[in-house]
């Protein structure tokens, strides 16, 4: 549902009380998301991603992010698809502070489009009880989605496109955002000590996971264009693939490739590609 106005002018005069106290660099955006961040954490390996399995189906990609927010995220994805666009609802969140809304996001639902089509479409979230599945499919032969492990989307949890048509071709974990909002407020602004702390950490629970669907007749040149590009990607250095936040969640300890250590994940690894 979309935020109150009252909602989002309290949320706003907390941030900027927050923002009085010179916090560590980069700390807002994973405790206020939605002023200064995004609901999901991310590293730019995660960018490149997307971008190599959009231009593995077109080189000039059309590529659409649904519910976007401010587009943090789709900001980042610009920087190598320049037509990439995103649709958001919810206009208060520009309108209510005086934000300058850019061209490239449209204030519309996904249902209000009529003949365009994507090569690819983003959904990094879903609200509980809301199913936009069906439309989201009727625009794009291939769906990225990133959702909370704990099924915190959709009606009755359900995120995944399978019943559509679609197959699933790959995965990856990544922390919450929750996972480092819960992570920094132990760490930096709670008073419990350091044997509580780690036991805390432990019970990271609330993961998520990205996974990328494509119809039948293109799935295996989406499987074979994200291979192509982890091949890359293993050639890289994180240190020049990254943004300037992930020091925070190497701070927390949510590195990369790092082994969840929770009993019912055990074994996975953090942004390790698992193909179907």
């Not at 499919?137 to 990133?146: A, E, M, P």
């Not at 197959?167 to 760490?187: F, G, H, Q």
């Not at 669907?213 to 295996?220: F, P, T, V």
């Not at 050639?235 to 943004?243: A, D, T, Y």
Request: net charge negative.
């Amino acid at each position: 549902m979309p935020f109150e106005i009252d909602d989002l002018y309290q949320a706003y005069l907390k941030y900027n009380e927050f923002r009085k106290t010179n916090p560590p660099s980069f700390h807002d955006r994973f405790i206020f998301p939605f002023l200064a961040g995004s609901y999901f954490a991310y590293r730019k390996i995660d960018v490149m991603r997307v971008v190599a399995i959009a231009k593995s189906i077109s080189s000039q990609p059309r590529y659409l992010d649904v519910g976007c927010g401010y587009g943090d995220f789709l900001q980042k994805v610009r920087e190598f698809i320049p037509n990439a666009i995103g649709i958001e609802k919810n206009a208060n969140m520009f309108y209510a502070f005086g934000i300058k809304k850019p061209d490239y996001i449209r204030i519309q639902g996904i249902e209000s489009f009529e003949k365009e089509v994507f090569d690819v479409i983003f959904v990094g979230w879903m609200d509980p009880g809301i199913d936009f599945r069906k439309n989201v499919t009727k625009y794009t032969n291939c769906v990225i989605t990133t959702f909370d492990a704990g099924g915190q989307c959709g009606i009755n949890g359900q995120c995944d496109y399978e019943e559509y048509g679609f197959d699933r071709v790959a995965c990856w974990i990544t922390p919450s955002w929750i996972d480092v909002n819960y992570e920094l407020m132990n760490k930096y602004y709670t008073s419990i000590n350091h044997d509580i702390k780690k036991d805390l950490f432990k019970l990271r629970s609330a993961h998520n996971i990205w996974c990328i669907y494509a119809r039948n007749e293109i799935s295996n040149t989406v499987s074979e264009g994200l291979k192509s590009w982890i091949g890359l990607e293993n050639k890289l250095s994180l240190n020049n693939e990254r943004f300037d936040f992930e020091s925070v969640l190497d701070d927390c300890g949510f590195e990369f490739c790092e082994e969840i250590l929770k009993p019912t994940a055990k074994g996975k690894i953090l942004w390790k590609v698992i193909f179907d």
